[in-house]
């Protein structure tokens, strides 16, 4: 088969011989064996480009690293709109002490930095379906434990041709958390299951892989699963070095710690590196769903059910990421080298928000405190850390209220969904009633 040279195409890892345009890949989400895409090669910025990103603003970053992954697959005037939209909030870099930093990513529509990737990857959808004259209803399964039905709930309401369902665990949300998704009616549906997050997780697996509903159901994921949502995720790891060159730093020693789920944050890192971008390495933060951790240090990736904390989003038994990781960079012993791991129980967690409070009059949230720990806990002196904070201390007040003693003011962007009307559909944690459900959409 052949391809224009300038078309960047994607292969399944679980059968590299399977190669994919980007179309494809976003709106499958998922080879149809469960194989994550990635991209056939990852273009090296020029070290010019990177040399000047001082001067630019973050729409100009992205749109400019945007065009570079994706050589000519998107018409640069429409990247260029997709681009601006989607990063239509700031993300301020905080400077804590002289080496170490916060990039607070959660000034978008949720206050998670998930609205990153999810709007980018809904207006890709939005922007395919207008140039196609035949559209199936797109259905989007996002198994959440909060922040992912958020982000994507709200980035994809109104786009036409996509339904959203959002499917989480019954009582396992803050109300907030809930009424982000379960108050916009329109194309989402929130999927109330009785059951654990994991359950919610098996429940969309299985629906990708089952033949019956391929048949009858167009459907694809909107977690980081899907390139689609790692790609863009790149950008702020560009902006923040930008940022710190502007402000004279050496970023010759930059070291990022991010919060760990399913790893897909850390993919993006890598990926950003691979582009040419001078990471010196990144860490790697986990509460007691350590399984990264555990790889880390022992070389056996073993999953195991989560156990809930007090960073929700940080709860995952089974990070879906890991396979980019090991195409990333090959082999234990290199992914060794540039991830550090760290791992630490939730009352470690408190304390941390708490001293930072105290000592430097900065709060953070549950998940950005345990980046923020990892990066006290891993930075050498000379270097320069950065840790991303992934949400916004109000969206887990409770928690931050009970560290500092103090009270935490909701931002009018979380009140508002506060007064809107709940619409949930409750079913049970079995797979023929998940199926049942989703075979209604039947076309
Ligand atoms: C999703 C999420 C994470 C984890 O990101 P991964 O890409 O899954 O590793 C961390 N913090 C917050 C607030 C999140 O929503």
Known sequence: MHYALDDMLY??????DEIVSLERAVIDGVSEDGGLYMPQSIVRLPQAFVRNMGNMSLQEIAFAVANFAFQGDIEASVLRDIVHDTLNFD???????????????FHGPTMAFKDVGARFMAHLLRHYRSLRHQWPTIHVLVPT??????????????????????????????????????????????LEVNGSFDDCKRLVERAFVDPELNEALHMTSAT??????????????????????RQGVDVSDVVFAVPSANLGNLTS??????????????????????????????GYFIAKPSVASIAPALDAGNPTNMPRIMELLGNYTEIRRMIHAYTYHDDMI???IRDTDRRHGYLLDPHSAFAWQGLCDDLRPGEVGVALATA???KFAATVELATGREVTMPPQLLRFLNGTRRVTPINNGYTSFKRYLMAFAE
Do not use: C
């Not at 993300?91 to 990513?105: C, M, N, Q, T």
């Open 91 to 105: 993300i301020p870099l905080r400077r804590i002490d002289d080496s170490h930093y916060v990039l607070e990513l």
């Open 392 to 394: 916004h201390p109000a």
């Open 11 to 16: 292969y399944n890892i679980k059968n590299p």
């Open 269 to 298: 890192g890598l990926m950003a590196r691979a582009m040419g971008l001078p990471i010196k390495r990144l860490v790697s933060v986990e509460n007691d769903n350590n399984i990264f951790y555990n790889y880390i240090k022992t």
């Open 224 to 245: 980081s699963i899907n390139v689609a949502r790692i790609l863009p995720q790149t950008f702020y790891y560009f902006y923040a070095i930008a940022r710190l060159a």
């Open 145 to 190: 434990s909060g922040d992912t039905g958020a982000a994507v709930a709200n980035s994809f309401v109104g786009v036409p041709g996509v339904h959203i369902h959002v499917v989480y665990p019954h009582e396992a949300l803050s109300y907030v958390q809930e009424a982000q998704f379960a108050t916009l009616g329109d194309n989402v549906t929130a």
């Open 350 to 352: 408190i304390d941390t």
